[in-house]
């Protein structure tokens, strides 16, 4: 009786997704304003959803909850402010530069922050990563004392024009970008040596521990990933808009992608974080004169709450039962 | 377990005593004189640390309940103590109302808040709850941010506390007013935990389904734990609208948030001095900072940029909470804890 129930539920949910993309299909065509929100929604959430793609990896591997990780991107925008227009690298020695980077604070945060803490309760774990990011906080204010800064343009600048829409070419670039990061992702775990033992690690430590694999190079090398995937959110995030204190509420409004995708869901992610993107956007347009201002930016909270009461463990995550 | 050579127990009520012996009680006395005659020995700058450090013992006692002994983690305390000092604040303002029905309002409001922002924590725990609280730090502060009421991004101004037509005004009489609450509020939590309710929040903690088969009621005390950790972070808020006589966001932001939970970790978790001597040591280590090290090492060392001053305190702090959950993640508690100890059992120690 229950399976039954399930299934029509699962059915109805479908039902009711399918009527949504009909219904922002049916919209994009009728009205303009329509087509720019989606694909700035769109777009932004892609970005959401790569950080919270690197989430997912540190949780999948490790089971460690990474609150730095709005400081993270942070520090790698300014990182790239520093490559790019500072030092005034072009862009094709001056990104390499940010990924080796994000790779270098990925492994210093994994062997001097987490390494030592190991098998400890959740809470010091989460609390340690509240640590690096307090900690990461001031480094930025340390070194970057500017309050924001714009990234040199690294997409072309011309429009396009779909319909009467008017749409800034770099939407699109992030959009592709975003989805090609993904796949290489998937590709990488799908037959990469490290990558398949990550996903081993993911499904039983001990089991990949007794096949000789070192459990603690896989840790490292998914913080790497995680801060490579969170630093290339970072710079496309800031070419779209500029390098603010706010980027790291950005890192926090990745979260409410990965509670709606599932904690441990790469597919949710990809998924979750287009419906925040467009929901923020969405939001932001047509609430503002009906709500106060900034409603935009509490909208992925907002998500968040209403998650937890409903389905706590996402659309795609997968459903813990624990023993005493 | 902790008492001195050759004292021993004869009677529950001698069991349960919170201060046992003579010398216990003179030292308690003794502590209590020294606090309470402190204004007369420090300047108007350092009283006024010690004020602030007299209200965030009050919120950290708040949170150690809520995540020391309860084990539900907060990462949005500093929402809450906003809640309480807006809730303080426009009760005084636009109702004219009397400040001590505002402090209690505002613990009340507090606490109301907290249990709504609580209801997730009856069906997920861990990184879930953590979560759900930041979002309820981004959502509180949105509201107070767009309220007209509030004052919006510039704030309010509150008058000074006042009972029965005295005002608290000068930095003396401030201190007397935070720390008596401050006293009570630390009493409060130190026997609530020695109750059936505490003793409910510690299993909770250890394992929270275990719990519930022993027949403790999780809906009932997660939630409770929720409103007695809000309400002293009302309280809190509160005194701290009172005292500052000028309220705007920032004053709420989510690094306050993280600092509390970094404050109860480094003084220890789950016990009743933690709160107290982390909120020493941070805001102490703060002072510090600001007064003597940043203008030495800028007076010293000319290279260095211009972010230094306001970019090496929160550094430091997220370095401490750091190597304290690596080095001693019982916190400042337990080494408190082997010194009385040690000095107790000196010069035999066995």
């Not at chain 1, 609150?67 to 862009?91: D, H, K, N």
């Not at chain 1, 913080?223 to 710079?235: K, L, N, S, Y």
């Not at chain 2, 003579?22 to 108007?44: C, E, I, K, N």
């Not at chain 2, 009760?91 to 109302?97: A, D, G, I, S, V």
Request: with cysteine.
């Amino acid at each position: 009786m229950k399976a039954r129930f399930k299934q029509i539920f699962k059915y109805t949910l479908w039902a009711l997704f399918a009527t949504i993309i009909f219904f922002i299909i049916f919209l994009c065509v009728k009205s303009t304003d329509f087509l720019q929100f989606t694909i700035t929604g769109l777009s932004v959430g892609m970005v959401y959803a790569l950080i919270a793609l690197g989430f997912v990896l540190v949780w999948k591997a490790s089971s460690v909850a990474n609150l730095a990780l709005g400081q993270i991107v942070l520090i790698s925008s300014w990182f790239s402010y520093s490559m790019l227009e500072q030092a005034g690298l072009p862009a094709y020695i001056g990104l390499p530069i940010v990924v080796i980077f994000a790779l270098f604070l990925g492994w210093v945060i994994e062997r001097f922050a987490l390494r030592p803490l190991i098998a400890q309760p959740i809470l010091s774990l989460i609390a340690v990563t509240l640590g690096v990011g307090y900690f990461l906080e001031g480094l930025i204010t340390f070194i970057w004392p500017l309050s924001t800064a714009a990234l040199p343009s690294l997409f072309p600048k011309e429009v396009i024009h779909i319909g009467s829409a008017v749409i800034s070419q770099e939407y699109l670039w992030v959009i592709g970008i975003c989805l090609l990061v993904f796949l290489s992702l998937v590709f990488f775990f799908r037959y990469h040596r490290m990558g398949i033992a990550m996903r081993a690690t993911a499904d039983d430590q001990i089991a990949v521990q007794a096949c000789g694999i070192p459990v603690t190079r896989v840790f490292s090398t998914s913080w790497m990933f995680a801060c490579v995937v969170a630093a290339i959110g970072g710079v496309l995030i800031s070419s779209i808009g500029s390098i603010s204190h706010g980027l790291v509420e950005t890192g926090l409004k990745a979260f409410s992608v990965v509670i709606l995708g599932g904690l441990d869901s790469f597919v949710g992610a990809m998924v979750a974080g287009p419906v925040i993107g467009l929901a923020e956007t969405y939001g932001g347009g047509y609430l503002t004169e009906y709500l106060w201002a900034g409603v935009r930016d509490v909208i992925p909270f907002i998500i968040i709450i209403i998650v937890m009461v409903i389905k706590p463990f996402g659309l795609f995550g997968e459903e813990r039962i624990e023993r005493i | 377990m902790s008492l001195p050579c050759g004292i021993r127990n004869h009677s529950y009520a001698q069991d349960m005593a919170i201060v046992r012996t003579r010398t216990q009680w003179g030292m308690m006395l003794g502590f209590l004189v020294l606090l309470f005659t402190a204004p007369l020995y420090l300047s108007s700058y350092w009283l006024g640390v010690f004020n602030f450090i007299g209200i965030s013992i009050i919120a950290a006692t708040g949170l150690n309940i809520l995540t020391g002994f309860c084990g539900q983690l907060s990462i949005g305390h500093a929402g809450f103590i906003a809640v309480g000092a807006y809730t303080s604040g426009i009760l005084t303002t636009r109702f004219e109302l009397p400040f001590l029905v505002g402090l209690i309002c505002a613990g009340l409001m507090a606490g109301l808040i907290g249990i709504i922002f609580g209801l997730p924590s009856i069906r997920v725990k861990g990184f879930y709850l953590a979560i759900t609280t930041i979002a309820a730090q981004f959502i509180i502060m949105w509201v107070i941010q767009q309220w007209d009421w509030t004052g919006g991004q510039l704030g309010m101004t509150v008058p000074f506390a006042s009972i029965g037509g005295y005002a608290f005004r000068s930095g003396q009489s401030q201190f007397y007013l935070i720390f008596v609450i401050t006293v009570l509020c630390v009493f409060l939590a130190k026997n609530l935990v020695r109750t059936r309710v505490g003793r409910a929040f510690i299993a909770i903690r250890d394992n929270d389904l275990a719990a519930e088969v022993m027949g403790v009621n999780l809906t009932y005390y997660k939630l409770l734990a929720f409103f007695i950790g809000c309400f002293l972070a009302g309280i809190a808020g509160s005194l701290f609208a009172h005292w500052n006589i000028s309220l705007t966001p920032e004053q709420f932001s989510f690094k306050d948030s993280i600092l509390y939970v970094g404050i109860i970790i480094i003084g220890g978790l789950g016990t009743s001095v933690g709160p107290i001597l982390g909120v020493l040591f941070i805001r102490l280590l703060k002072e510090v900072l600001t007064i003597y090290l940043v203008p030495f090492l800028e007076n010293t060392l000319t290279m260095l940029p211009s972010g230094f001053a306001s970019g090496v305190t929160p550094m430091l702090f997220g370095l401490v909470i750091v190597l304290f959950l690596i080095l001693e993640p019982r916190g400042i508690a337990h080494r408190w804890n082997l010194f009385k100890a040690s000095y107790r059992l000196w010069p035999f120690s066995y």
